[in-house]
């Protein structure tokens, strides 16, 4: 069974640092292109980073320079690091990945909140 599992969320102030994890269990982790989304009350989930299999990354444009996603396949984990935090960056964060095949898994989420 696949499952992704995130961690690293919290409460930040303004200026502050998260690193967020996305753990893979039940899949070639390797294989999959990876992708962090996100979600603010009351808004649609958008795409934050995305890093395939083949390491090409991809980055929101409202995030790119404060945010870096990348990967450590031998321990079947994607992560995204996010610098200099603003208070719209609150939201639940959620990893995606997707095999080859097409079949996309989804994580639970974890929640950032960033206070002014």
């Known amino acids: 069974q696949v499952q992704l599992v995130e961690s690293g969320g919290g409460l930040v102030q303004a200026g502050g640092s998260l690193r967020l994890s996305c753990a893979a269990s039940?899949?070639?982790?390797?294989?999959?292109?990876m992708g962090w989304y996100r979600q603010a009350p009351g808004k649609q989930r958008e795409l934050v980073a995305s890093?395939?299999?083949?390491?090409?990354?991809n980055y929101l444009d409202h995030v790119e320079g404060r945010v870096t996603t990348s990967r450590d396949n031998a321990k079947n984990t994607g992560n995204l690091q996010m610098n200099s935090l603003k208070p719209e960056d609150t939201a639940v964060y959620y990893c995606?990945?997707?095999?080859?095949?097409?079949?996309?898994?989804w994580g639970k989420g974890t929640q950032v909140i960033v206070s002014s």
């Open positions: 890093l395939t299999r083949d390491n090409i990354t």
């Open positions: 995606k990945a997707v095999r080859p095949s097409g079949a996309v898994y």
């Open positions: 039940g899949i070639i982790f390797s294989l999959l292109d």
